[in-house]
């Protein structure tokens, strides 16, 4: 766990989340999890995850302390996290809770892993032709937009049909890096 930032409780019925944020080469990464799965990791202002979450039927408890204590699907987020970023991960194993993707974009993040491994990069038409959708290059690229668990879900490595990097939730220079550091022998 981060030690610069203590988790902050959510509660909605019987759910509860944690949220937090990783201090990262690429800038603060803020992390949300369940007491069993991440649902969350992004580059957005902490107002707008909670917003995102409380959306998502998450909402934030009235009095923060009152919350149970971060789950240790945070602590293993952060240390995988930190892993990945130092090139000493190349797949993340991870518990993920996509609730807070729409279907579509649900369908596209989870094609990700499969469809272009650690190191390689493919084109938005690419992913949306193996969705069997061939038509669809701007609907992926919307939904990879939306992708509620960026770097777990390698949205990064999805490029223009020229191959140019073109929109990322945290800046081009972010997936610059993250596609640097995974072409790394």
Do not use: W
Request: aromatic letters at 4%; a neutral charge; proline letters at 8%.
């Amino acid at each position: 766990m981060p030690d610069s930032a203590a988790p902050t409780a959510t509660r909605t019925g019987t759910t509860d989340v944690s949220l937090t944020v990783l201090p990262t080469p690429l800038g603060d990464l803020r992390i949300a999890a369940t007491a069993d799965a991440l649902v969350y990791c992004g580059f957005q202002p902490a107002d707008d995850v909670r917003d995102r979450l409380a959306r998502g039927g998450l909402r934030e408890a009235a009095s923060p302390g009152t919350g149970p204590r971060h789950p240790a699907v945070l602590d293993d987020a952060a240390a995988q996290l930190d892993a990945y970023l130092a090139g000493r991960l190349r797949s993340f194993d991870l518990p993920l809770d996509l609730r807070l993707a729409t279907p579509f974009s649900r369908e596209t993040v989870s094609a990700l892993d499969a469809f272009v491994p650690y190191g390689r990069t493919a084109t938005y038409g690419a992913l949306a032709e193996a969705l069997n959708r061939p038509r669809a290059a701007r609907a992926v690229g919307t939904a990879l937009g939306s992708n509620p668990l960026c770097v777990v879900l390698p949205c990064h490595r999805i490029v223009g049909s020229t191959g140019a990097l073109t929109g990322y939730a945290g800046g081009v220079e972010a997936k610059r890096h993250l596609l640097s550091l995974e072409a790394r022998p």
